[in-house]
């Protein structure tokens, strides 16, 4: 498997474009992605109750599969915008539908930005009109800048591999800096493949996928009305079409993930005025997903996350949030470590070096491990620090 920065537009038939529609004040933020070919298409959307009509409209069209399109909107979630806001989704659709001569169905439709106004229809009819005329495959890029809000840089992966005789590759881009949460957060993340992948096994991966990486994510503990992550798969390869039980399967799956997890760990980093990723690393839990859960809670304290933005190595801010994760654990069993300096040990205080400890906070990355003795269960999650910079941004987001 070879890792790439590339984005949507990596596998074979996919064309994109990212152009100004003037919704937002500035910058591109109008992308469509289109592929040459029908797609069988994956999702995995927000739980939270109050979503927007592109969520429902979307999860309808990839039941229903096969999909051609994808149309993704900044500045506007169209969000608590009653019966005009599901108008404005279902012919978002059929502009996309008209210019690219398919069915307004094979349309996936997202929106981000701010909740509660209606889009304006006008500029976004021409922004689709602008995108449709200059899809390419150099577009990927565009695509990505497009469908950012408070993001700071554009965030794209990919990977290529092998299956049988046939050269198979995945690109991605998402978009993600603030209310960021699990289950699913203000995310949005588009995946395209030319893999062949039969519909079934393709829906069940995407999940446990998402499970694993996207849903990861904790920034802020706010999840969106408005979260996706979308794949779509044309079969371009030219490869045998896969199923879960095929031995060529997993390798697929792994490279699936690693582009995935390139995402959730760019989502973090750029988490809205951070100066440091955290990643948190769960070893020797009950099961992997006990692991994932204590994993997430770490990630998510904002006590922890304070601490890490003022460098202070207080350790007992790290077992308290794995205590408070809903996870049986013997706090007498737990070792938690910065880096590789080990701080705490049987869940009790442990002399160590601050000048070391100082020095493992000062990096841009920062790594939180504990290990358990429950079983050999596994987890990672990924947030950042609390800044002051988080208070200003969301105090002032619709100005």
């Given at each position: 498997m070879r890792m790439v920065e590339e984005g949507v537009t990596f596998p074979q038939?996919?064309?994109?474009?990212?152009?100004?529609?003037?919704?937002?004040?500035?910058?591109?933020d109008l992308a469509v992605?289109?592929?040459?070919?029908?797609?069988?298409?994956?999702?995995?959307?927000?739980?939270?109750?109050?979503?927007?009509?592109?969520?429902?409209?979307?999860?309808?069209?990839v039941e229903q599969g096969p999909v051609r399109a994808l149309v993704v909107n900044s500045g506007n979630?169209?969000?608590?915008?009653?019966?005009?806001?599901?108008?404005?989704?279902?012919?978002?659709?059929?502009?996309?539908?008209?210019?690219?001569?398919?069915?307004?169905?094979?349309?996936?439709?997202a929106s981000t930005g701010v909740i509660g106004v209606n889009l304006p229809m006008d500029r976004?009819?021409?922004?689709?009109?602008?995108?449709?005329?200059?899809?390419?495959?150099?577009?990927?890029?565009?695509?990505?800048?497009?469908?950012?809000?408070?993001?700071?840089?554009?965030?794209?992966?990919?990977?290529?591999l092998t299956i049988g005789d046939c050269a198979v590759r995945i690109g991605a881009m998402?978009?993600?800096?603030?209310?960021i949460h699990p289950n699913m957060a203000t995310m949005l993340a588009f995946m395209a493949t030319d893999c062949a992948v039969d519909?079934?096994?393709?829906?069940?991966?995407?999940?446990?996928?998402?499970?694993?990486?996207?849903?990861?994510?904790?920034?802020?503990?706010?999840?969106?009305?408005?979260?996706?992550?979308?794949?779509?798969?044309?079969?371009?390869?030219?490869?045998?079409?896969?199923?879960?039980?095929?031995?060529?399967?997993?390798?697929f799956a792994r490279a699936l993930e690693y582009a995935a997890s390139q995402l959730a760990k760019a989502i973090a980093r750029d988490g809205e005025g951070a100066s440091k990723l955290l990643e948190v690393k769960v070893e020797g839990a009950s099961s992997d997903e006990a692991a994932r859960t204590i994993a997430r809670s770490i990630a998510r304290s904002n006590l922890v996350k304070a601490a890490v933005f003022g460098e202070d190595a207080n350790w007992g801010r790290i077992l308290c949030a794995a205590?408070?994760?809903?996870?049986?654990?013997?706090?007498?069993?737990?070792?938690i470590y910065l880096g590789d300096l080990q701080v705490c040990e049987h869940g009790a205080a442990l002399p160590f070096d601050e000048a070391v400890a100082l020095e493992v906070l000062r990096q841009p990355e920062v790594l939180i491990r504990v290990t358990m003795s429950e079983g050999r269960g596994e987890g990672v999650a990924w947030g950042c620090d609390?800044?002051?910079?988080?208070?200003k941004i969301n105090a002032s987001y619709r100005t």
């Open positions: 038939g996919f064309l994109a474009a990212g152009v100004e529609a003037h919704i937002k004040k500035k910058d591109v992605v289109y592929s040459e070919d029908p797609c069988q298409a994956a999702g995995v959307f927000t739980t939270n109750k109050v979503q927007a009509s592109c969520v429902s409209y979307t999860r309808r069209a979630a169209n969000a608590c915008t009653g019966p005009q806001g599901v108008e404005d989704t279902i012919q978002m659709a059929r502009l996309v539908a008209g210019e690219l001569g398919i069915e307004p169905h094979e349309v996936l439709v976004i009819a021409g922004g689709i009109k602008k995108a449709c005329s200059q899809l390419s495959k150099d577009g990927g890029e565009s695509a990505s800048a497009a469908i950012m809000t408070t993001d700071t840089v554009p965030k794209q992966a990919g990977a290529e998402a978009k993600g800096s603030g209310m519909k079934e096994a393709l829906d069940r991966l995407f999940r446990e996928v998402v499970s694993r990486t996207f849903n990861q994510v904790s920034l802020d503990g706010d999840t969106s009305t408005n979260a996706m992550a979308l794949l779509m798969a044309n079969g371009m390869a030219g490869n045998h079409p896969l199923t879960a039980a095929d031995p060529e399967f997993p390798v205590g408070y994760a809903g996870i049986p654990f013997r706090p007498e069993g737990v070792n609390l800044t002051y910079d988080y208070v």
